[in-house]
């Protein structure tokens, strides 16, 4: 029932910013737990970013703290994860996910924990 498309990737220069956006379907958009993952052939779907319900507590991987913020705003149901200070290690496809059912802890972390994803955007960062 929940639909994403994400927009925003593309390419930028290390140190530089990109502000990726899911849009969502409204319907049910204020009620997901809403996570940013990344991938590339090489590794496996890696846990980047994730706001709860409310938008009142945001969750970010190590490597990306100071660096990235994630953000909803349900009126317009989209969700936006600003990242600013791109290092070419982070060059994947970053996806957006929703979890439907309450999330709570290392499940956060888990891909498995999401139901629905958006198609991908890429995100490459030149050195």
């Known amino acids: 029932q929940v639909q994403l498309v994400e927009s925003g990737g593309g390419l930028v220069q290390a140190g530089g910013s990109l502000r990726l956006s899911c849009a969502a379907s409204?319907?049910?958009?204020?009620?997901?737990?809403m996570g940013w993952f990344r991938q590339t052939p090489e590794k496996e779907r890696e846990f980047v970013a994730a706001?709860?319900?409310?938008?009142?507590?945001?969750y970010y991987a190590d490597f990306v703290k100071g660096r990235f913020t994630i953000s909803r705003d349900n009126a317009r149901n989209t969700a936006i994860l600003q990242m600013n200070s791109l290092k070419p290690e982070e060059t994947a496809v970053y996806y957006c996910?929703?979890?439907?059912?309450?999330?709570?802890?290392?499940?956060?972390?888990?891909?498995?924990?999401?139901?629905?994803w958006g198609q991908g955007t890429q995100v490459t960062v030149s050195a």
């Open positions: 409204g319907r049910t958009f204020s009620g997901n737990t």
């Open positions: 706001i709860g319900w409310s938008g009142g507590s945001t």
């Open positions: 996910a929703a979890a439907l059912a309450p999330t709570f802890g290392s499940s956060l972390y888990n891909p498995l924990t999401y139901n629905y």
